[in-house]
């Protein structure tokens, strides 16, 4: 198979942070340096279409901090999709001027064309069959009511308050953090959704990325779970 003939297309980005609405307000730009390879594993399939759903995480540095695959239709499609996020370059978004982190959720589709496929009289039905029916999507990220069983934090660290550190008198805030737990129990993702205080969300996002929390998991199989998560700083006299 000619893998020049195999495209690859964003259906839809969602960003979940900062609106991008003015010219100091950019989108992070992805620059597609590979092509999309059509997967070895598929290669005598009789499919000819994927989609692959995923979230990635790009620094203000423009670094590709994080990727987490939240559902697939194969998974040779989201290994391949990883592997070409992995050799991507980005630039960040920006917001008032200035570089910031972000993180998208990316729904791609892989579509063939031009495919040769060579098949018997008894594939033809099943080949036909396949390729008429609509993609179902595997997911790999849960609600918490879909659990077989809560997650439990068993692995905690609180927040130093930013005052004792600068030996400057901070007021009481929160940070409102949203993020996800992965299949192996490790925080993934972290975003803030809003806090008080800029300096509250560092030390809070900083002790959170310590935590651990028991593997969740949906009908026996491990999964990965979106949580979020208050912190509150008590005013802080010096």
């Given at each position: 198979?000619?893998?020049?003939?195999?495209?690859?297309?964003?259906?839809?980005?969602?960003?979940?942070?900062?609106?991008?609405?003015?010219?100091?307000?950019?989108?992070?730009?992805?620059?597609?340096t590979?092509?999309a390879?059509?997967?070895?594993?598929?290669?005598?399939?009789?499919l000819?279409?994927?989609?692959?759903?995923?979230?990635?995480?790009?620094?203000?540095?423009g670094?590709?901090?994080?990727?987490?695959?939240?559902?697939?239709t194969?998974?040779?499609?989201?290994?391949?999709?990883v592997?070409?996020?992995?050799?991507?370059?980005?630039?960040?978004?920006?917001?008032?001027?200035?570089?910031?982190?972000?993180?998208?959720?990316?729904?791609?589709?892989?579509?063939?064309?031009?495919?040769?496929?060579?098949?018997?009289?008894?594939?033809?039905?099943?080949?036909?069959?396949?390729?008429?029916?609509?993609?179902?999507?595997?997911?790999r990220?849960?609600?918490?009511?879909?659990l077989?069983?809560p997650?439990?934090?068993?692995?905690t660290?609180?927040?130093?308050?930013?005052?004792?550190?600068?030996?400057?008198?901070?007021?009481?805030g929160?940070?409102?953090?949203?993020?996800?737990?992965?299949?192996?129990?490790?925080?993934?993702?972290?975003?803030?959704?809003?806090?008080?205080?800029p300096i509250?969300?560092?030390a809070?996002?900083?002790?959170?990325?310590?935590w651990?929390?028991?593997?969740?998991?949906?009908?026996?199989?491990?999964?990965?779970?979106?949580?979020?998560?208050?912190?509150?700083?008590?005013?802080?006299?010096?």
């Amino acid at each position: 198979m000619n893998p020049e003939r195999f495209l690859i297309r964003f259906i839809s980005v969602f960003a979940l942070s900062a609106a991008i609405t003015s010219a100091k307000n950019t989108p992070v730009q992805i620059e597609q340096t590979v092509e999309a390879q059509f997967p070895a594993a598929l290669a005598f399939s009789t499919l000819t279409s994927g989609e692959v759903q995923v979230l990635i995480n790009v620094d203000a540095d423009g670094r590709l901090a994080d990727l987490l695959v939240t559902g697939y239709t194969e998974k040779a499609f989201a290994d391949e999709a990883v592997n070409l996020l992995r050799q991507w370059r980005y630039r960040p978004a920006t917001v008032n001027g200035g570089p910031v982190g972000i993180r998208l959720e990316l729904q791609i589709k892989f579509v063939a064309t031009g495919r040769v496929i060579s098949l018997t009289a008894l594939e033809a039905t099943a080949a036909f069959a396949q390729r008429s029916m609509p993609l179902s999507l595997l997911r790999r990220v849960c609600t918490a009511a879909e659990l077989d069983h809560p997650i439990e934090a068993l692995q905690t660290v609180s927040p130093s308050h930013p005052g004792k550190a600068e030996n400057t008198p901070q007021p009481s805030g929160t940070t409102l953090i949203d993020f996800y737990v992965d299949e192996e129990g490790r925080i993934r993702m972290p975003v803030v959704m809003e806090s008080t205080n800029p300096i509250y969300a560092q030390a809070a996002v900083g002790a959170l990325s310590q935590w651990r929390f028991s593997l969740p998991t949906c009908r026996g199989k491990p999964v990965a779970v979106r949580v979020q998560q208050k912190f509150i700083f008590a005013h802080d006299p010096i």
